[in-house]
């Protein structure tokens, strides 16, 4: 930035301002985040290089990503939903393919630019995949009062299966970095939803879901069932 003054003293004095303002920044980037979790991530079938830790608090942008939130202090990729994000972003447009390489290759260097193509094209793969799957599964939409038994064994098999081919063609860890909470998160909502309708004597319900049965009744049946209608409307669509 640039500005025009009359005086010397008021140039010291803007060199000044504008060095405390950097010192802040500096001290600001080190200062914030969330503890990092390892996680490898994918090559053409399962990426075994070197991966550097994920941060769920990083944030990438298309076209204002700082180069710093793409590798870890080693130079390699960092594999966190921040990544996702910044590839969803992308493909979400005509030509974003070929936008997202041209962007990765103009702020990464090695070994990150190579891992970040792999796994552009690993990602791509895993969609078309992922959609071709989609096109054989037949789901039944839920009635607004609950699912039935056999539509969360079905939703529970499709997310099973899912997290299979994501394992396959991305690798565990991009698998796990990229989709675990909200598979977890679904899964336990499928469960909890199972659970509800199980009767009284039943082995899956114990002592703590008697007395939890007692206490809310209505409110956790309400509360569980919205839980799995959402879990259901995602895996149905694809939007998670």
Not at 163 to 169: I, K, Q, T, Y
Not at 201 to 206: F, K, P, S, Y
Request: proline share 5%; charged share 20%.
């Amino acid at each position: 930035m640039a500005s025009l003054f009359d005086s010397k003293t008021a140039v010291g004095l803007a060199c000044i301002a504008a060095a405390a303002i950097g010192a802040g920044s500096v001290v600001w980037l080190r200062g914030g985040g969330v503890a990092p979790a390892a996680a490898p991530a994918a090559q053409r079938a399962g990426w075994d290089r070197p991966i550097g830790p994920g941060s769920v608090a990083a944030v990438h942008a298309p076209g204002g990503a700082d180069d710093t939130s793409l590798t870890d202090g080693a130079g390699n990729l960092r594999i966190d939903p921040a990544l996702r994000t910044l590839f969803d972003g992308y493909l979400a447009k005509p030509g974003g393919a070929a936008q997202l390489h041209a962007y990765l290759n103009s702020r990464l260097v090695p070994p990150a630019r190579s891992q970040a193509a792999d796994l552009v094209d690993a990602y791509l793969r895993y969609r078309q995949a992922e959609n071709e799957l989609r096109a054989q599964v037949r789901f039944t939409r839920p009635d607004p009062s609950g699912l039935t038994d056999q539509q969360v064994a079905h939703m529970l098999a499709w997310q099973q299966e899912r997290a299979h081919l994501r394992e396959r063609m991305l690798g565990t860890g991009v698998a796990q970095a990229w989709f675990g909470a909200a598979d977890d998160d679904c899964r336990s909502a499928l469960e909890d939803w199972r659970k509800m309708r199980a009767p009284a004597g039943a082995e899956e319900v114990d002592s703590n879901e008697l007395r939890a049965r007692r206490m809310h009744g209505a409110v956790l049946e309400q509360g569980r069932n919205e839980r799995a209608q959402a879990c259901a409307s995602r895996l149905m669509t694809g939007a998670d």
